[in-house]
């Protein structure tokens, strides 16, 4: 029998100073497939890993309150995925720029949230087309770049 080998590429884009690159949106089927539950599972997955990962000095330090942050953060991901405008509804525009203002986020803070996000979106190989869960890590992949404000 023969097994084709997975096609996903979970590797990190090099940040460039002074280069955002153009970002595409997740496709829309990694919503439709794997529902908002699951959507809401995974970012409270990332959230629990951000939460004892080296960047946790960003983050809420109580714990209910990271919980709240990760669906907060579900609302946004649902959004961009295609589906209801909860982020919008309960925060307003993202104007994500200036939302990370506030937080002193370096390349190498970059790296560990790319990472801990990674272990959030392992359980979900299989449960979407690879292709799906492809454009999700891109998505973030390039977009996380943006979110840089501090140098290393
Ligand atoms: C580059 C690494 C990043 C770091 C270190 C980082 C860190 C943070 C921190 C410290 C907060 C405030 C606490 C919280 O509400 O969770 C936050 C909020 C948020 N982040 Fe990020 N972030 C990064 C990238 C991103 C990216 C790429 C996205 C979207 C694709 C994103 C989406 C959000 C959202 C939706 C919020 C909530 C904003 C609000 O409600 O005011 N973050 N982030």
Redesign the pocket.
Known sequence: MHFSASSLNFSILPYQEGYNPPVTKPNPAFLTEIGEEGIRALLDRF?MG?FESP?KH???KDKEE?KQ??Q??A???IQ?CGGTPY?NQ??GA?Q?GR??A??A?TPE??L???VTFEEGLQPLIGKTGDENLQSFWD??NV??????NTKG
């Open positions: 959230y951000l960047i960003l983050f809420p990271m942050a990760g907060t953060s609302d946004f991901f961009i982020f309960n925060r993202p994500m939302r990370h506030p937080f986020i803070a970059r560990h949230w790319l998505y973030i977009f996380s770049i943006w979110m840089v």
